[in-house]
């Protein structure tokens, strides 16, 4: 189904300029958008997959990866096609970069579907997979549906969105997951053909807003030097040094073929990264604790064996043993099943 994109201008000569992304493709009529899921016709921008769906699941909350927000639970995760970036390593390039198929749900069918996974230990709905930012049109109808329907909302996106179709939808979203792919302007050029400093806007709006997370997947080769990765989470700690960093192990994907991270990078990193954040994860890589300790007086407080996971030590929002305020969403909610 195809909608009226919500944020583009008219030019001369029936062409049009989006403006959801940094991008601010100029388009011809009959032309696409970089993300591909724009195109103009006869001088009107249309996004072609309003309500658009080609990946539905219900996943532990910790796939995401969110790790600090309603630990142990489940979420309704739900992808469209399309991406404004063009990472020749992507995961997910089947939906992302190519014409997966695809169905229909409206936003009052993606609440009934929520509610009917609420017995599954399910909080709300991910917009995932692919860029969901790409799919602003329906977000700004169906977040606020999902939000008064007494659910949570959450994105795993790559954060390159304009400021002004951001503040739209930010009050209706309860957490992200936000790509930090690397800290190198070079390497957002060569390897998204996209730019980082948009993307570190939306991660500093976001984070001063609502619940932010961030995931860097390590590249063999490309962004894995102990010195990137020191100026990342120097830059993450001067938002705030408790706002979890993912760091992910890259396997072969796509168009890039280079050697898989090693575990010595792996654990370079986190150590690295840990010397300015309280608390930095590793995934895509057994064997890690990934456990969540108390950033005053370690104890712990979440313990996590793959997606099993573990309440510890733990008083409301605050470290049982010290008292220290725990950076956790956590609140029960009566009527859900918490799964462990």
Request: aromatic letters at 10%; proline letters at 6%.
């Amino acid at each position: 189904m195809k909608a009226e994109v919500a944020f583009y201008r008219r030019l001369e000569e029936k062409n049009v300029k989006c403006e959801v992304c940094p991008h601010n493709c100029r388009i011809k009529p009959g032309k696409r958008g970089i993300c591909r899921v724009r195109v103009n016709l006869d001088g009107t921008l249309y996004a072609t997959n309003y309500g658009e769906y080609s990946s539905l699941a219900v996943d532990p909350i910790e796939k995401k990866p969110l790790y600090h927000f309603y630990p142990g639970w489940n979420i309704l995760s739900v992808g469209t096609v399309g991406c404004n970036f063009s990472c020749g390593f992507c995961q997910n390039y089947r939906i992302a970069h190519e014409d997966a198929p695809t169905r229909f749900l409206s936003p009052d069918e993606l609440l009934r579907l929520a509610e009917e996974c609420r017995s599954r230990g399910s909080i709300g709905v991910a917009y995932t997979y692919s860029e969901p930012l790409m799919w602003y049109e329906y977000l700004r109808d169906v977040l606020p549906v999902i939000k008064e329907g007494g659910f949570k909302n959450v994105l795993v996106t790559n954060g390159y969105i304009n400021q002004g179709p951001l503040e739209e939808i930010l009050p209706h979203i309860d957490a992200l997951n936000i790509d930090l792919k690397s800290f190198s302007a070079g390497f957002y050029r060569s390897h998204c053909r996209g730019r980082l400093e948009p993307v570190k806007e939306t991660i500093k709006l976001c984070a001063g807003r609502t619940h932010v997370e961030v995931t860097t997947l390590l590249i063999t080769g490309l962004n894995d030097t102990p010195k990137e990765i020191e100026e990342l989470s120097q830059w993450i700690a001067g938002i705030d040094p408790s706002i979890p960093l993912h760091l992910s192990a890259y396997f072969p994907a796509y168009k890039v073929s280079l050697p898989p991270t090693s575990r010595a990078t792996m654990t370079m990193a986190r150590e690295v990264a840990g010397r300015n954040l309280n608390y930095v994860y590793v995934g895509n890589m057994a064997g890690f604790d990934n456990d969540t300790l108390c950033s005053h007086c370690r104890a712990l407080l979440v313990t996590r064996q793959g997606y099993r996971i573990r309440l510890e030590n733990l008083d409301g929002d605050r470290c049982a043993v010290c008292g220290q305020t725990a950076p956790l969403v956590n609140e029960k909610k009566e009527g859900f099943d918490h799964q462990t």
